[in-house]
């Protein structure tokens, strides 16, 4: 018995994740009669958390539907932004540390691994703490475990940053979280952080802030120009604004996220 031939089309932004000669849209498949839509589309190698809206023949369809014979099927990508009905959270893996420390100085919870836990650990975290998981490693995004997932779609750490805030729209409070842990900060007296400055920081700088999970100090230093530049471009484009009793606005050397 001849098995089932249907035709399959993928939205453009998704043609970076199938063969060449799939994205000349449609191209025809056999399926085997059994397997539903949605491992059909992770067999021809795109990643479930980047399908927005698949539709059979017009009708939208979940990722559970068994195609039939001669059906055309269209896979859209997600859209932006992204609805979401829980506060987001991420879990990025040991390749976008820069990215981690970007997210966190615009106050957005970024948990990091470094080193690498391995690809069954992060899926496991992403899924016990509701966490996003924001990967390049497209085996990973495949996951069954993971909770909800993202790809991050450039190696460039402002392409990645602009895509996740494009994407997700999470809230903004710049100055608010440590880069280096993930903890939230809280201002502090100079007296109480003495002991991580340099006799220069202490007669140049009055404000303080510290890491509630750390103790990290911060200030306005070296890379406040540069940082500064990150929080208002992302404020200008993406909306947001600083958490009442914040640190102050910038970071010690510990902290640059460039």
Known sequence: MERPEIWLSFAPELH??????????????RTDGASTLGHLVESLGVPLTEVGS???DGRPVGDAHIPGHGERIAVHGVTRPQPSAAPLRFLLDVHLGTLARRLRLLG???????????????AARS??????MLSRDRGLLHRRELWAGAYVYSHRPDEQ???????????????SRCTTCNGTLRSVAKTSVRDQLRD????????????TACGQAYWRGAHHASLDAIVADAVREFGGGR??????????RTAAAT
């Open 16 to 29: 970076l994740f199938v063969a060449s000669r799939r994205r000349a849209a449609p191209t025809a498949v």
């Open 54 to 56: 698949l539709l059979a």
């Open 108 to 122: 957005i919870d970024a948990a990091y691994e470094n080193p690498d836990i391995g690809d069954a650990a992060l």
């Open 127 to 132: 899924a016990a703490e509701r966490r996003v």
């Open 161 to 175: 940053l602009r895509d996740v805030l494009s994407r997700f729209a999470p809230p903004l409070a710049p100055w």
């Open 200 to 211: 220069g920081t202490e007669r140049s700088y009055d404000a303080f802030a510290q890491c």
């Open 243 to 252: 958490t009442p009793g914040a640190g102050p606005d910038g970071a010690d």
